[in-house]
């Protein structure tokens, strides 16, 4: 089993930064490739960035990209997400996910296992 923690949201003011961690207990970090998803109030969840289990390979929402930058530290067994320029409509609870190593995919319903969330609310 997987326990995932999100930290680091919190409020900011447009064009501010946060750094989002996750931290991954219970298995092996780098069995995993590991996501970002978001959803603000009234939407549906939707992917933001995607690392591979080695952290060789990203993937990018295109709403985010040049932004955001997704990494992690295996021997630390945590993810981050730095998030700059920051706009309004960032504002959303983030969520990390995993899935195992040979899943490749954005889509939600391919992740096995979820965080809490971690509010990002991003003032005009």
């Known amino acids: 089993q997987v326990q995932l923690v999100e930290s680091g949201g919190g409020l900011v003011q447009a064009g501010g930064s946060l750094r989002l961690s996750c931290a991954a207990s219970?298995?092996?970090?780098?069995?995993?490739?590991m996501g970002w998803f978001r959803q603000a109030p009234g939407k549906e969840r939707e992917f933001v960035a995607r690392i591979s289990w080695s952290g060789s390979r990203t993937n990018y929402a295109d709403s985010v990209k040049g932004r955001f930058t997704i990494s992690r530290d295996n021997a630390k067994n945590t993810m981050y997400l730095q998030m700059n320029s920051l706009k309004p409509e960032d504002t959303a609870v983030y969520y990390c996910a995993a899935q195992p190593k040979y899943i490749a995919s954005i889509l939600p319903s391919r992740y096995d296992y979820w965080g809490q969330g971690t509010q990002v609310t991003v003032s005009a």
């Open positions: 219970g298995t092996t970090f780098s069995s995993y490739g």
